[in-house]
C-alpha cells in the first residue's frame, strides 16, 4: 500500500474532491483503479474561518503491474510513501489445559477486553465485579452528584464498565503506539456496532 500524508481539503469537500487529490499526489492516470481508506482526519482551524480537513489515506492500486515504489519515486514527494499495515498480535497461549475457568476482577475495560481476548482463545472466564451493573449505576452517581452522598461500592469508579463509564466519551486514539494493539481495541469497537469513522477521526 502507499500512504500519503498532508492532504488538505476545505470542510466542505466531496469524496471525489479526496479522490481527485490522491489521484495528483500519486501523478496517476485518471483511469488507474483504485481503492482508499482514510488513516487520520483532523481538523485544522488555524486559519479561521477557513477550515480545513487534512488526512492520511492508504491506498491500494487494482493493477498489481504498477509498482508502488515506482509510483512512490515518481511521486517525489516526502508526503507519499510506501505502508505496511501494522497487525497487533495477541500473544501465543500455552497448551497445557486449565482445570478451572480463568477469573477476571473488575469489569472495567481491561477486564472486559481480556475477557473478550480469552473467550476468543476458548477460553470460558467468569467476570467478577464488586460494583453494580451500569443501569444502577446510574441511579447511584445522579444521586451522588445531586446529594453528596456517596456509594463506595456502586459510582463513578467502581462498578460494571469501570471509571470513565460517565465520561463524555471520547476515545484515546494513542497515535503514536508502535504495536497497533490500540488500533485492535478501536476495530473491536466497530465490530460491536461502533462509527467507523473512530478508526481515523483524529482526537
Ligand atoms: C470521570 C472519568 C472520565 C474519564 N474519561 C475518559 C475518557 O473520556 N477517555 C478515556 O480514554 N479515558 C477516560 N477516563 C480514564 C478511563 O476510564 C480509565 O483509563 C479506564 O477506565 C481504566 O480501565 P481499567 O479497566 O484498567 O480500570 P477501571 O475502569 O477502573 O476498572 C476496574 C474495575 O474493577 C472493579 N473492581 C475494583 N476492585 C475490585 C474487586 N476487588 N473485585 C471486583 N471488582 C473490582 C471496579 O469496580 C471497576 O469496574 C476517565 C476516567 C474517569 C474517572
Not at 173 to 191: A, H, I, M, Q, Y
Request: aromatic letters at 8%; proline letters at 4%; charged letters at 30%.
Amino acid at each position: 500500500m502507499i500512504k500519503i500524508n498532508q492532504i488538505k481539503l476545505p470542510v466542505t469537500h466531496s469524496d471525489e474532491a479526496l479522490k481527485k487529490k490522491i489521484i495528483k499526489m500519486l501523478k496517476l492516470n485518471a483511469k488507474t483503479g483504485f481503492t482508499y481508506r482514510i488513516l487520520k482526519k483532523s481538523l485544522d482551524a488555524r486559519k479561521k474561518p477557513e477550515l480545513f480537513y487534512t488526512y492520511s489515506v492508504a491506498v491500494e492500486l487494482d493493477d498489481t503491474k504498477n509498482s508502488e515504489e515506482a509510483i512512490v519515486k515518481r511521486a517525489n514527494s516526502s508526503s507519499v510513501l510506501i505502508y505496511k499495515e501494522k497487525e497487533y498480535r495477541i500473544p501465543a497461549h500455552g497448551n497445557i489445559s486449565l482445570d478451572r475457568r480463568p477469573v477476571i476482577a473488575g469489569a472495567g475495560p481491561a477486564g472486559l477486553f481480556c475477557a473478550y481476548i480469552l473467550s476468543e482463545a476458548g477460553f470460558r472466564p467468569i467476570v467478577i465485579e464488586r460494583g453494580s451493573r451500569v443501569e444502577k449505576r446510574t441511579c447511584d452517581v445522579q444521586k451522588f452528584w445531586e446529594s453528596g452522598i456517596l456509594n463506595p461500592k456502586s459510582n463513578v469508579q467502581f462498578g460494571e464498565g469501570g471509571a470513565g463509564t460517565f465520561s463524555d466519551g471520547k476515545l484515546n486514539t494513542s497515535v503514536k503506539d508502535p504495536s497497533g494493539r490500540n488500533r485492535l481495541v478501536l476495530e473491536t469497537f466497530v465490530r460491536f456496532g461502533a462509527d467507523p469513522s473512530i478508526l481515523y477521526d483524529n482526537k
